[in-house]
Nanobody, 124 residues
Framework: QVQLVESGGGLVQAGGSLRLSCAASGRTFSRYAMGWFRQAPGKEREFVAAIGRSGGTTYYSDSVKGRFTISRDNTKNTVYLQMNSLKPEDTAVYYC?????????????????WGQGTQVTVSS
């Protein structure tokens, strides 16, 4: 099992940046592909980005491609989401997730472990 704790959310103006972190418990972090999802009020949970076990492969949703960067540090059991050029439509609760079965999953239902989420609010 793995437990995930997100941090780094907050309030930022449009055009600004935030870096989210997700710290994982356990000694098998490198066995998990990691993903970031977000959920805005009244909307379904949406895929944002995913990263493979070694960090060598990444995948982004079209809505964040070129603005967000996912990375991981397996020595620190942590995955990051650097968010630049933020827009009001990026406002949501952001969740990190872990999956040990697929190399680069993009579907929420694939992930077996989830953090509690961190709020990101982008003001216009």
């Amino acid at each position: 099992q793995v437990q995930l704790v997100e941090s780094g959310g907050g309030l930022v103006q449009a055009g600004g940046s935030l870096r989210l972190s997700c710290a994982a418990s356990g000694r098998t972090f490198s066995r998990y592909a990691m993903g970031w999802f977000r959920q805005a009020p009244g909307k379904e949970r949406e895929f944002v980005a995913a990263i493979g076990r070694s960090g060598g492969t990444t995948y982004y949703s079209d809505s964040v491609k070129g603005r967000f960067t996912i990375s991981r540090d397996n020595t620190k059991n942590t995955v990051y989401l650097q968010m630049n050029s933020l827009k009001p439509e990026d406002t949501a609760v952001y969740y990190c997730a872990a999956d040990s079965r697929l190399p680069l999953p993009v579907t929420a239902s694939t992930y077996g472990y989830w953090g509690q989420g961190t709020q990101v609010t982008v003001s216009s």
